[in-house]
T-cell receptor, first 116, second 113 residues
Framework: AQKITQTQPGMFVQEKEAVTLDCTYDTSDPSYGLFWYKQPSSGEMIFLIYQGSYDQQNATEGRYSLNFQKARKSANLVISASQLGDSAMYFCAMREGNFGNEKLTFGTGTRLTIIP | DAGVTQSPTHLIKTRGQQVTLRCSPKSGHDTVSWYQQALGQGPQFIFQYYEEEERQRGNFPDRFSGHQFPNYSSELNVNALLLGDSALYLC????????????FGDGTRLSIL
């Protein structure tokens, strides 16, 4: 079974609109972390935002927020006021394990294209 | 403050050869992980090193091996290269701690002919 599922292979969004990228996960570990990374065409993976399984509030980082619904096992990324520079691949990832003994499992990604 | 650096940037090898990729972690980081990213896919976890030991391993054969040095830098070795090993190899580092994100290098693009 897929541990991280991203069901949107591609999305087209008008500039300045908000966009939600979907991510669902599956784990039996009560302690885990969820990450979103951005990968532009140049290839580098850029860390955007993190949510811990025990965090009570949804994480926010500037224009990025994470809509964490633990019971539904979803961790959607919301980008407000999208910009042309937001065009990239976006990956959701889940951390399992702990202190020096952990691994990240990535989804298949969503290619976001911002239209001027 | 230098981020994660990887070398070389690109590499071309032939089937059956061996390759070594190198990674220097971000300053202050003590944990290094390696990932393989095939074209159009998400990164796949290969292994993680902490305190010079392999701590976690993904579903990769023994042809993939690694090492971490006392200065926290790391190497990924792949023996008996196959065409399917062609991919972007990403190194990520982090500081040990539950809420610490992994920071990635720009990767090494390996092509097997």
């Amino acid at each position: 079974a897929q541990k991280i599922t991203q069901t949107q292979p591609g999305m087209f969004v008008q500039e300045k609109e908000a966009v939600t990228l979907d991510c669902t996960y599956d784990t039996s570990d009560p302690s885990y972390g969820l990450f979103w990374y951005k990968q532009p065409s140049s290839g580098e993976m850029i860390f955007l935002i993190y949510q811990g399984s025990y965090d009570q509030q949804n994480a926010t980082e500037g224009r990025y927020s994470l809509n964490f619904q633990k019971a539904r096992k979803s961790a959607n990324l919301v980008i407000s006021a999208s910009q042309l520079g937001d065009s990239a691949m976006y990956f959701c990832a889940m951390r399992e394990g702990n202190f020096g003994n952990e691994k990240l499992t990535f989804g298949t990604g969503t290619r976001l294209t911002i239209i001027p | 403050d230098a981020g994660v650096t990887q070398s070389p940037t690109h590499l071309i090898k032939t089937r059956g050869q061996q390759v070594t990729l190198r990674c220097s972690p971000k300053s202050g980081h003590d944990t290094v992980s390696w990932y393989q990213q095939a074209l159009g896919q998400g990164p796949q976890f290969i292994f993680q090193y902490y305190e010079e030991e392999e701590r976690q391993r993904g579903n990769f054969p023994d042809r993939f091996s690694g090492h971490q040095f006392p200065n926290y830098s790391s190497e990924l070795n792949v023996n008996a290269l196959l065409l399917g090993d062609s991919a972007l190899y990403l190194c990520a580092s982090s500081f040990i701690g539950r809420n610490q994100p992994q920071h990635f290098g720009d990767g090494t693009r390996l092509s097997i002919l």
